[in-house]
């Protein structure tokens, strides 16, 4: 099974520039609260630069490259 947060990368990429809800994301992610606020931190402690606003969440900018992303054709 994929990491949290790997899951939550994918469903933020997926969107690309638009907004993510948090509900959709705690869905899309199967995550609770708990392990969704984990999985963003993870991944702003990462280097990912994450915008929230009262319409979500969505990628601020493009992230490092890396072979998982690639593979995803991402």
């Given at each position: 099974?994929?990491l949290a947060h790997?899951?939550?990368?994918?469903?933020?990429?997926?969107?690309?520039?638009?907004?993510?809800t948090r509900d959709?994301?705690?869905?899309?992610?199967?995550?609770?609260?708990?392990?969704?606020?984990?999985a963003l931190e993870?991944?702003?402690?990462?280097?990912?630069?994450?915008?929230?606003?009262?319409?979500?969440?969505?990628?601020?900018?493009?992230?490092?490259?890396?072979?998982?992303?690639?593979?995803?054709?991402?």
């Amino acid at each position: 099974m994929k990491l949290a947060h790997t899951r939550v990368l994918e469903v933020l990429y997926d969107r690309r520039e638009l907004a993510v809800t948090r509900d959709e994301l705690l869905r899309s992610a199967k995550l609770s609260p708990r392990g969704l606020g984990g999985a963003l931190e993870h991944l702003r402690r990462t280097g990912q630069a994450l915008e929230e606003s009262p319409h979500g969440v969505r990628l601020g900018r493009p992230a490092r490259l890396d072979a998982h992303l690639i593979e995803r054709g991402l």
